[in-house]
């Protein structure tokens, strides 16, 4: 596992993934005017969210700071920019050992992906969590 992004195996911390992502690429739909959805990868996880860019605006090719967590931390107010809380609703377990996360955050959505060994043993359907977002 590299310095980048840390994925939490311990049952007893509610870290699920901690890492630094690009932002690959910004897909704007006509159809949602301030929702748009955001491809950031890093050497380990891709994701791609749903953002509010009114709250969040967000830059291709920028790094952002991913913590997806389930607890929130009071020392998370002062240290992210963006929040959001919701529910694994879906996990699917790919033939290449890959396997893909779905999250609700009340209608806005993300998908993660990446190899089943990476990925936490703690993320499991209907685990409710929180994405926490910062450029750095």
């Not at 190899?115 to 409710?128: A, F, G, P, V, Y």
């Amino acid at each position: 596992m590299n310095n980048n992004t840390h994925i939490q195996n311990s049952t007893n911390d509610s870290i699920l993934v901690d890492g630094s992502f690009t932002a690959s690429d910004i897909i704007k739909e006509p159809k949602y005017i301030r929702t748009w959805r955001v491809i950031l990868n890093n050497e380990i996880l891709s994701i791609e969210i749903d953002i509010n860019f009114d709250l969040f605006p967000m830059e291709q090719n920028k790094r952002y700071q991913i913590t997806l967590t389930q607890s929130f931390l009071p020392e998370y107010k002062k240290s992210f920019s963006y929040a959001m809380y919701g529910k694994i609703f879906k996990i699917d377990l790919e033939q290449d050992q890959y396997q893909s996360v779905y999250i609700s955050y009340g209608g806005l959505v993300m998908k993660m992906r990446g190899k089943l060994d990476d990925m936490s043993q703690n993320i499991k359907n209907e685990t409710r969590c929180y994405i926490l977002l910062r450029q750095i």
